[in-house]
């Protein structure tokens, strides 16, 4: 298995236009066929900051089947004016899962 931790810094004042981004694609992610987990946290304490844990079946269900959605195309294409700077991906294989 494959899993992401993306991280997301917010522009001051649009931290709740990145919040209904965020669930308006959780709820497509998630019924893609090799998406195990598509989660989105904002953290506490500071409401800019959001974490998503992404889990898929492999690296190419990330690559190439979630990826080339129209719909993440345009997420990314509307986060990004609600962004400071790019968005810090890190890439993990899954060791262990309950």
Known sequence: MFALVVRIKAIKS???????LLREA?????EEKDTLIYDTH?????STEFLL??????????EKTHMSK?????LLQQLSNC????????????VESL
């Open 42 to 46: 904002r953290k506490i304490g500071d």
């Open 53 to 62: 844990y992404e889990r898929y079946t492999d690296k190419n269900a990330w």
């Open 70 to 74: 129209t719909y993440v195309k345009e």
């Open 14 to 20: 649009k931290e709740d236009e990145i919040e209904r």
């Open 83 to 94: 962004m400071e700077g790019e968005p810090q991906v890190e890439e993990y294989e899954v």
């Open 26 to 30: 959780t709820e497509k992610v998630r």
